[in-house]
């Protein structure tokens, strides 16, 4: 009798065995539970996402009436960037065709209730903010007034902001020293609210064609040979006391190239970039 049921165990045995190498043939696995079989791994086709494009650059320009301004704006617009201005005049006085293209603004930065609004849904800002006078009235204007900008544009999450401040110059920082103490001041603001989109520019002297009234004026004719001859004077910079006036010129349409893709590129590398790498930057070519 037991020779009998130990056959029989071991031909069940022996059709269990079959069947899991047969499973097995078929492309099936068997699972821990010897009653349930597991089907084969199935990768699923992915499914195809609606991803939206980028939002669209939206820059501010504080002073876009400006010299330097004037031409920051009209850089932006040939790179496809839509483009405001915030001056205390609004429009500008420019017949220039490319002008129809901005939204400009009215208000006073000294004055943040007459100018908020300007700075909704900007993505980055550039400010060319600054003026001379008294020193009381340099500090207002080219400090004041730049951080009152820096910190609204903080407060509405603006991504990346650019201040074209002014190189050292030596003893010309003692004569004109509320001018420079505002510059620092701004500076220090910025690199504070915005340590990795904050770009400072210091440019020396700023060449190009400045519009006067209906006159032009070809600030080039000086500038133009200067920048050839100071570019590669670089180690005379270190000069004591008239060192800084080795700085050499650059011209406005390097600064306004450097300052709109430094608002715009976001691997532009934040801090301070001087006279010679503004030349540097705007001979590289842009993204």
Not at 137 to 164: S, W
Request: net charge positive; aromatic share 10%.
């Amino acid at each position: 009798m037991n020779s009998v049921v130990s056959r029989l165990i071991q031909s069940r045995q022996s059709l269990s065995q079959f069947h899991a190498i047969a499973a097995s043939r078929s492309g099936r696995y068997l699972s821990t539970d010897s009653y349930q079989v597991d089907e084969p791994f199935k990768v699923e086709e992915a499914e195809t996402v609606n991803v939206p494009p980028p939002p669209t650059d939206k820059l501010l320009v504080l002073g876009g009436n400006g010299f330097v301004g004037s031409h920051i704006l009209r850089e932006a617009l040939e790179r496809g960037v839509v483009v405001s201005s915030l001056s205390r005049s609004g429009r500008s006085s420019l017949h220039d065709s490319w002008a129809n293209n901005i939204t400009w603004h009215q208000g006073n930065l000294l004055s943040p209730d007459s100018w908020k609004e300007a700075f909704n849904g900007v993505t980055s800002v550039i400010s060319c903010v600054g003026g001379f006078g008294s020193n009381s009235y340099m500090y207002k204007i080219n400090g004041t007034a730049n951080i009152n900008a820096i910190r609204v544009a903080a407060e509405k999450g603006v991504k990346r902001f650019v201040y074209i401040s002014a190189a050292d110059f030596g003893v010309v920082n003692y004569v004109l020293q509320g001018y420079y103490e505002g510059k620092r001041a701004a500076e220090t603001e910025l690199l504070t609210k915005f340590p990795y989109g904050g770009v400072i520019l210091r440019p020396g002297f700023i060449y190009g064609t400045r519009t006067v009234g209906s006159m032009k004026v070809p600030l080039g004719i000086v500038g133009s040979p200067l920048e050839m001859v100071l570019q590669h004077a670089k180690p005379l910079n270190q000069l004591p006391f008239v060192g800084p006036l080795f700085t050499p010129p650059v011209n406005v349409t390097a600064v306004a190239k450097v300052a709109v893709r430094a608002a715009t590129d976001p691997v532009f590398p934040p801090g301070l970039i001087d006279a010679h790498g503004i030349l540097r930057y705007s001979q590289q070519r842009s993204r």
